[in-house]
């Protein structure tokens, strides 16, 4: 059964006295050379890579193209987020018509999990301005093409507040789902980031994600998710855009001819427009933007693609929305990763494994190291020599990886205290001596 049939990426700028948008059939694998030039169409080495935790034998693994910009660590070993990990190069500089000769990298992922991260697949895609012109009011976004088994009576509608936009059934009974059919949305986790000069205004990004390579650019803010437009064929208000001027007018959040889009409440205009147009078999397109991008520039966005299922088919569009949040929170904190010793990202341990606290005795601070060797739900008690638990240092999601954590005992007494972790079905405690 599906529920997305097709979407793509489509970026669009001004450029001199033109418009120019790149969309699906503009992509090529490939990159743009030194020269300006599209290069790598033909070269079987820029293709779609996969890796799944516990293979480091597998062709991609060894052959991850960290040349091509796929993430590696700093020791040049493959880098997996979460327990499986895309990537692919593609440029649109064989594009027939005026190309931005933009490059993107691409990068998924998946978590192995229980909740809303288990059913959310994530992309990044690092747009790299390869021309020697200024991308002005640069925009991405997202076209999908949304078939909830039957594609026909589905609706679609944003959530600006949670810089979603989703699609479900308008029945409680889908042709192909039958009962309490599920909902499914594309999430902006992370937007155009624009200059703004102001020192009130900051990004803190992580490249890449769950790793600790922490970038804090002041003077810009991420605009997240800025406009949603509908679509559908055979509505002449809303019929898919069909050249660059359209395109770029939806991407703006305005109707395709240009004009703009009224709330119904406020009477004012909107990006997010909010008419009922019934059910159907709909597109929506969601773009963040303006940014102005300079020649060899990356901006850089973040996607989730969420599904949920409730006891029907609005329950879906609530247990949607609720996930949305927690996917966002959980973005926002990094998806739980803290610093390891690599600057990179650390490697994957093979293992759960709890060390002995360093130094010990300890006065007093202590240091305590775990390996894990899967993401998931962690828990790090410190208890008294009668059993008694009396400091939580962690308990929450923590993605694979080595991990430390520092624990004071400032507020306690001399003596002998224990510490215990649980993973999943791991579990480990060891013992302590706080001596004054």
Known sequence: MFLRYSSNLVIGAVIGNDTVI???GDFKPGYIDNNGNPQGIDDPAYRVYKIVNGDTTGSDYVQWPGSQGAYVRNT?????IGEQTLFSSCTDGYSNTFPMKAQIL????????????????FSEFRIINRSSNVWNNFYAGIYTDDDLGNATDDRISPDSSLNISYTYNSTNNDGVYGAAPPAISFNVLSGNISYTGSNNDSVILYRPVTSNNRIVKRGYKNLYLTSYNPFLNGNPLISPP??????FNVLQGLKKDGSVWINSMTNLPTG?????????????LISS??????????????VAQLVAKGANNLQSITSLKSGSSLIRNLFENNFGTVSVSDPGISELPVRYKLYQNYPNPFNPVTKIKFDLSKSGSVRLVI????????????????TAGEKEFAFDGSGFSSGIYFYKLTAGSFSETKKIILNK
């Not at 069909?242 to 395109?247: G, L, M, T």
């Not at 933007?289 to 973040?302: C, E, F, R, S, Y």
């Not at 208890?383 to 923590?398: A, C, R, T």
């Open 22 to 24: 790149s969309a699906e």
């Open 76 to 80: 040049g070993k493959t880098v997996l």
């Open 289 to 302: 933007g303006p940014a102005n991008v300079n020649p060899g520039d990356t901006q850089t966005i973040i």
């Open 106 to 121: 691409e990068t998924d992922w998946v978590f192995d999990l229980n909740g809303p991260q288990g059913y959310t697949v």
């Open 272 to 284: 997010f427009p909010d008419q009922n147009f019934g059910a159907g078999d709909f597109k929506f």
């Open 383 to 398: 208890y008294d020599i009668s059993g008694k638990e009396i400091f939580v240092l962690y308990n929450g999601y923590l």
């Open 242 to 247: 069909v050249n660059d001027r359209e395109y």
